[in-house]
Nanobody, 124 residues
Framework: QVQLVESGGGLVQAGGSLRLSCAAS????????VGWARQAPGKEREFVAA????????NYADSVKGRFTISRDNAKNTVYLQMNSLRPEDTAVYYC?????????????????WGQGTQVTVSS
């Protein structure tokens, strides 16, 4: 089992920045990949970014490329999502998610474990 706990959400003005954190526990951190997804009001949940433990390979949704950066601190079993140049359309509940094994992923069906989510609101 893997437990994921998100933090760092909040209210920010358009153009601002936020950093989300996802603390993982349970299985060995190197045995799975961690990423982020989001769900805006009235919309389906969508993939945002993911990072593989082996080699630190990353994958991003087109909508966040160049603005968001995913990283991980293996010593702290924590994955971060640095969000810059935020837009009102980035408003959503952001979920941390992990796969069952360590590989580069980019679809929601790849996620095996989910956190509870943290709200990000970007005002215009």
């Amino acid at each position: 089992q893997v437990q994921l706990v998100e933090s760092g959400g909040g209210l920010v003005q358009a153009g601002g920045s936020l950093r989300l954190s996802c603390a993982a526990s349970g299985r060995t951190f190197s045995s799975y990949s961690v990423g982020w997804a989001r769900q805006a009001p009235g919309k389906e949940r969508e993939f945002v970014a993911a990072i593989r433990w082996s080699g630190g390979i990353t994958n991003y949704a087109d909508s966040v490329k160049g603005r968001f950066t995913i990283s991980r601190d293996n010593a702290k079993n924590t994955v971060y999502l640095q969000m810059n140049s935020l837009r009102p359309e980035d408003t959503a509940v952001y979920y941390c998610a992990a796969t069952y094994r360590d590989y580069v992923w980019g679809k929601l069906k790849d996620a095996y474990y989910w956190g509870q989510g943290t709200q990000v609101t970007v005002s215009s």
